[in-house]
């Protein structure tokens, strides 16, 4: 049973950061891509960052670009958001994707995906 589980959510303020974990289990993690995505209340699911399979291409929204970063670790079988500078408007629920196969196209497309978590809440307080 394939599994993700986020983690690394919750509340801090105004120009804080986090850094969100994305625990992976049966699925062979370094034959897939990892994307992140995020939603808000009353609003869309939005693509937030992705990653190949070796980490060798990322790719993040272009307004997050200055302040989210994206990585993982094939050996913990994890993918991490780093997230900085975080405002109000950073507020939502953060989900988690993975992508079968080596090939790196389309990963800003939640339909792209194969396997998500439950999300974790992250809260900025103005």
């Known amino acids: 049973q394939v599994r993700l589980v986020e983690s690394g959510g919750g509340l801090v303020q105004t120009g804080g950061s986090l850094r969100l974990s994305c625990t992976t289990s049966g699925l062979t993690f370094n034959t897939h891509a990892m994307g992140w995505f995020r939603q808000a209340p009353g609003k869309d699911r939005e693509f937030v960052a992705s990653?190949?399979?070796?980490?060798?291409?990322?790719d993040v929204a272009y307004r997050l670009k200055d302040r989210f970063t994206i990585s993982r670790d094939n050996l913990q079988n994890t993918a991490y958001l780093q997230m900085n500078s975080l405002a109000p408007e950073d507020t939502a629920v953060y989900y988690c994707a993975a992508r079968m196969g080596r090939d790196y196209i389309d990963t800003q497309y939640s339909a792209s995906y194969d396997y998500w978590g439950q999300g974790t809440q992250v809260t900025v307080s103005s």
């Open positions: 990653i190949n399979w070796d980490g060798g291409r990322f």
